[in-house]
């Protein structure tokens, strides 16, 4: 999560389920590419039509409530999505996310300032958010110094055999 | 230090004295599960991490084929068969095959998986469903499970506790899944988000297992982390009837700290009816019944209500009647054991004379997967425990959710009833 990111802001409301992220007959499948094809379906069945590489999901409170599912991150980022702005996220999406390197981003801020089809860049470091369209700075909330531990580690998969490798 | 449930479970699963809300802990897992779809991801996850050729425990792991049973599609039987052929190379012992198993969270209590004290997560949000034994017990993605499945640890953080006291007798056809659709509505759908649940009082305390297993299955839908009951004489047993292992039975200090504490009345309170299209969009059943709300199909099953005792229910009032002809009623009982309990019973039967298709037991039917679908313009009143916009088919339907009795009584009319006026007494 270090490169700068760039895009236009596809904006969406609150309590964003992972049954509209992608909808359970989709899960059964467990390739990237094609859960990317089918990602906000049941929301906006027209998202990854009008979407381009590095576009912006912005949203209310609560993003990714319910299932665990964890595709439902995968599919976003296999649309192409490469970050998605929120108030804030439901527990599991938000550890889910993190975990498969889906950039998320925490900034009231930021989603009551920004509108559909503002383009955005975020540089994921600092969590520094700016409106190229409206010439507005925001601030993402930093994550949580375990949090921000385990993915300047690599993430999760890194800690695991990090942790595997010490117990031999 | 004083501690609530959860954090003495959490603490002891640490091996610290103490611990306190939002505290990151590393802490031992008792069982880790995952059903097809999670468990597939997690194995492509797990065969990515160098040096995790084995799991920490095959003893310790449960794999259920529960979501699109029987096999959907080729698709679906090929995740099957990967998480089949896991269990096969890692001789995991609790695997659940299509035939022998069921819902994962009607499955594992059934066993004698879960016992009060334990440490349980699972690649499925409805794990919280486990509180109901005094267990901490929460859902996570594939990835934190492939971890799980390797480390036999978790890291988390120690969530708040949110004390919900209830008190009254419930009346006439009010059940947990009111209580707790309540409780939802009161909450609301982000209203325990990175918290614990813990509850409390009289009512539950009557409640019997199958009721506190509605109850803490729900706690997800009010975000939260886990949704916890205090173990009992009738939770101990219930777990020493189907493991003699040992368990340790913690209890919540008088002085811990909760960061919220809601009183819950119940004596008045009306059977309840969950509107389209979030969980918490709660009202009680007089207010929904004004308008007549005509029914597509009528759905019974699901962990949260798939249970003998509330198919007792539904066949107690379908007894003897025809469902009404303009809707379809599904039932899928939520496990083996379960379906073959109401075969002796005489209930499949009673409810297949009253015009219900009886499934095979499984998790298709509430999220869309299968089994029972909705399509565009579809109205389902659920015995379920979401109502997202497409979660049981088309983002063209709609879902109600209530109780077996509410969706059972609601069949016979055609439309949304309460099932307190239109009744044979007695159920």
Same mark, same amino acid.
């Given at each position: 999560?270090?490169?700068?990111?760039?895009?236009?802001?596809?904006?969406?409301?609150?309590?964003?389920?992972?049954?509209?992220?992608?909808?359970?007959?989709?899960?059964?499948?467990?390739?990237?590419?094609?859960?990317?094809?089918?990602?906000?379906?049941?929301?906006?069945?027209?998202?990854?039509?009008?979407?381009? /590489? +590095?576009? #912006? @999901?912005?949203?209310? %409170?609560?993003?990714?409530?319910?299932?665990?599912?964890?595709?439902? $991150?995968?599919?976003?980022?296999?649309?192409?999505?490469?970050?998605?702005?929120?108030?804030?996220?439901?527990?599991?999406?938000?550890?889910?996310?993190?975990?498969?390197?889906?950039?998320?981003?925490?900034?009231?801020?930021?989603?009551?300032?920004?509108?559909?089809?503002?383009?955005?860049?975020?540089?994921? /470091? +600092?969590? #520094? @958010?700016?409106?190229? %369209?409206?010439?507005?700075?925001?601030?993402?909330?930093?994550?949580? $110094?375990?949090?921000?531990?385990?993915?300047?580690?690599?993430?999760?998969?890194?800690?695991?055999?990090?942790?595997?490798?010490?117990?031999? | 230090?004083?501690?609530?449930?959860?954090?003495?479970?959490?603490?002891?699963?640490?091996?610290?004295?103490?611990?306190?809300?939002?505290?990151?802990?590393?802490?031992?897992?008792?069982?880790?599960?995952?059903?097809?779809?999670?468990?597939?991801?997690?194995?492509?996850?797990?065969?990515?991490?160098?040096?995790?050729?084995?799991?920490?425990?095959?003893?310790?792991?449960?794999?259920?084929?529960?979501?699109?049973?029987?096999?959907?599609?080729?698709?679906?039987?090929?995740?099957?068969?990967?998480?089949?052929?896991?269990?096969?190379?890692?001789?995991?012992?609790?695997?659940?095959?299509?035939?022998?198993?069921?819902?994962?969270?009607?499955?594992?209590?059934?066993?004698?998986?879960?016992?009060?004290?334990?440490?349980?997560?699972?690649?499925?949000?409805?794990?919280?469903?486990?509180?109901?034994?005094?267990?901490?017990?929460?859902?996570?993605?594939?990835?934190?499970?492939?971890?799980?499945?390797?480390?036999?640890?978790?890291?988390?953080?120690?969530?708040?506790?949110?004390?919900?006291?209830?008190?009254?007798?419930?009346?006439?056809?009010?059940?947990?899944?009111?209580?707790?659709?309540?409780?939802?509505?009161?909450?609301?759908?982000?209203?325990?988000?990175?918290?614990?649940?813990?509850?409390?009082?009289?009512?539950?305390?009557?409640?019997?297992?199958?009721?506190?297993?509605?109850?803490?299955?729900?706690?997800?839908?009010?975000?939260?982390?886990?949704?916890?009951?205090?173990?009992?004489?009738?939770?101990?047993?219930?777990?020493?009837?189907?493991?003699?292992?040992?368990?340790?039975?913690?209890?919540?200090?008088?002085?811990?700290?909760?960061?919220?504490?809601?009183?819950?009345?119940?004596?008045?309170?009306?059977?309840?009816?969950?509107?389209?299209?979030?969980?918490?969009?709660?009202?009680?059943?007089?207010?929904?019944?004004?308008?007549?709300?005509?029914?597509?199909?009528?759905?019974?099953?699901?962990?949260?209500?798939?249970?003998?005792?509330?198919?007792?229910?539904?066949?107690?009032?379908?007894?003897?009647?025809?469902?009404?002809?303009?809707?379809?009623?599904?039932?899928?009982?939520?496990?083996?054991?379960?379906?073959?309990?109401?075969?002796?019973?005489?209930?499949?039967?009673?409810?297949?004379?009253?015009?219900?298709?009886?499934?095979?037991?499984?998790?298709?039917?509430?999220?869309?997967?299968?089994?029972?679908?909705?399509?565009?313009?579809?109205?389902?009143?659920?015995?379920?425990?979401?109502?997202?916009?497409?979660?049981?088919?088309?983002?063209?339907?709609?879902?109600?959710?209530?109780?077996?009795?509410?969706?059972?009584?609601?069949?016979?009319?055609?439309?949304?009833?309460?099932?307190?006026?239109?009744?044979?007494?007695?159920?």
């Amino acid at each position: 999560m270090r490169a700068t990111l760039r895009g236009r802001v596809h904006k969406y409301g609150k309590n964003i389920d992972t049954d509209v992220i992608i909808p359970g007959k989709y899960c059964n499948i467990i390739d990237p590419a094609e859960l990317g094809k089918h990602a906000m379906e049941g929301l906006d069945p027209e998202y990854t039509s009008k979407m381009k /590489a +590095g576009d #912006v @999901i912005v949203a209310e %409170t609560n993003f990714g409530c319910g299932s665990s599912r964890e595709v439902a $991150p995968l599919a976003i980022r296999a649309s192409g999505t490469s970050a998605v702005i929120a108030k804030s996220f439901a527990r599991i999406f938000y550890r889910n996310a993190l975990n498969i390197g889906l950039p998320i981003f925490e900034s009231a801020e930021a989603v009551d300032a920004v509108e559909s089809g503002d383009e955005l860049e975020i540089e994921p /470091a +600092g969590g #520094v @958010i700016r409106n190229l %369209t409206k010439n507005q700075t925001y601030t993402a909330a930093a994550f949580p $110094p375990f949090m921000q531990a385990l993915i300047d580690a690599g993430g999760l998969q890194s800690y695991v055999e990090k942790r595997l490798a010490e117990r031999v | 230090m004083a501690m609530t449930l959860t954090e003495k479970i959490l603490a002891r699963h640490a091996a610290l004295d103490a611990v306190e809300p939002g505290q990151i802990i590393n802490a031992k897992v008792d069982l880790v599960l995952a059903n097809e779809l999670s468990a597939a991801v997690a194995i492509g996850v797990m065969r990515q991490m160098k040096g995790a050729d084995r799991v920490f425990d095959a003893d310790r792991i449960a794999l259920v084929e529960d979501h699109f049973v029987p096999a959907r599609d080729a698709q679906s039987a090929k995740i099957a068969k990967i998480m089949k052929d896991f269990a096969v190379e890692q001789k995991i012992k609790h695997f659940f095959d299509v035939g022998r198993g069921g819902i994962e969270h009607v499955v594992l209590p059934e066993e004698g998986l879960i016992a009060p004290g334990e440490l349980i997560v699972g690649g499925d949000s409805h794990t919280c469903t486990y509180g109901a034994f005094g267990a901490f017990a929460t859902g996570m993605g594939s990835t934190d499970i492939a971890a799980a499945f390797v480390l036999g640890e978790v890291w988390l953080k120690v969530p708040a506790t949110i004390k919900l006291i209830y008190s009254g007798k419930p009346g006439e056809m009010v059940f947990a899944k009111d209580i707790m659709l309540k409780t939802v509505g009161t909450l609301g759908i982000d209203g325990a988000t990175y918290r614990a649940i813990e509850y409390h009082g009289s009512t539950v305390d009557e409640l019997s297992i199958t009721g506190r297993i509605t109850m803490a299955n729900m706690a997800i839908e009010a975000g939260a982390k886990n949704g916890i009951f205090h173990a009992d004489a009738k939770t101990i047993a219930y777990v020493t009837e189907r493991t003699d292992r040992d368990f340790v039975v913690e209890k919540a200090d008088p002085d811990a700290r909760y960061e919220q504490v809601i009183e819950i009345d119940i004596g008045s309170l009306e059977p309840q009816v969950a509107c389209p299209h979030t969980p918490d969009n709660v009202h009680p059943i007089s207010e929904v019944t004004r308008d007549e709300i005509l029914l597509d199909q009528v759905f019974i099953g699901s962990c949260t209500n798939g249970y003998i005792e509330d198919l007792r229910v539904v066949a107690k009032i379908f007894d003897g009647k025809k469902i009404d002809p303009r809707l379809r009623v599904i039932v899928n009982p939520g496990s083996q054991k379960v379906w073959m309990q109401a075969a002796e019973e005489g209930i499949l039967k009673t409810l297949a004379a009253a015009g219900c298709a009886v499934n095979t037991p499984g998790c298709g039917a509430c999220f869309g997967g299968h089994m029972g679908t909705l399509g565009d313009g579809e109205r389902c009143l659920s015995t379920t425990n979401r109502n997202y916009v497409g979660r049981m088919g088309s983002p063209k339907a709609e879902v109600y959710l209530a109780s077996p009795a509410t969706c059972a009584v609601s069949a016979l009319t055609g439309r949304i009833t309460d099932p307190r006026v239109a009744v044979p007494v007695g159920v």
